[in-house]
Nanobody
Framework: QVQLVESGGGLVQPGGSLRLSCAAS????????GRWYRQAPGKPRELVASITSTYTTNYADSVKGRFTISRDNGRKTVYLQMNSLKPEDTAVYYC????????WGQGTQVTVSS
């Protein structure tokens, strides 16, 4: 059974930073792709960043230059480093791992507010 446990969300002031973590179990992590999505109230879900098993990364235009996705295969963890946060980054952030199916974490709230 695949399980994803997210952590690192919280309240931060505009311009601040957070690092989200997503620890996976029950999957051959090194061969899986990882993604981070977010969903703000009243808005559609948005794919924020992705990383393949060969470490190729992609970002939404809204976060390019501010967010960095990475992975640690030894720890079976995907990270999302978020810098220069803006109020419009406020959302629930979800990680997923793709290996055949796409498996979802429970989500973690990120709130950017002064």
């Amino acid at each position: 059974q695949v399980q994803l446990v997210e952590s690192g969300g919280g309240l931060v002031q505009p311009g601040g930073s957070l690092r989200l973590s997503c620890a996976a179990s029950g999957v051959v992590f090194a061969l899986a792709n990882g993604r981070w999505y977010r969903q703000a109230p009243g808005k559609p879900r948005e794919l924020v960043a992705s990383i393949t098993s060969t470490y190729t990364t992609n970002y939404a235009d809204s976060v390019k230059g501010r967010f960095t996705i990475s992975r640690d295969n030894g720890r079976k963890t995907v990270y999302l480093q978020m810098n220069s946060l803006k109020p419009e980054d406020t959302a629930v952030y979800y990680c997923t791992v793709l290996r055949g199916n796409e498996y979802w974490g429970q989500g973690t709230q990120v709130t950017v507010s002064s």
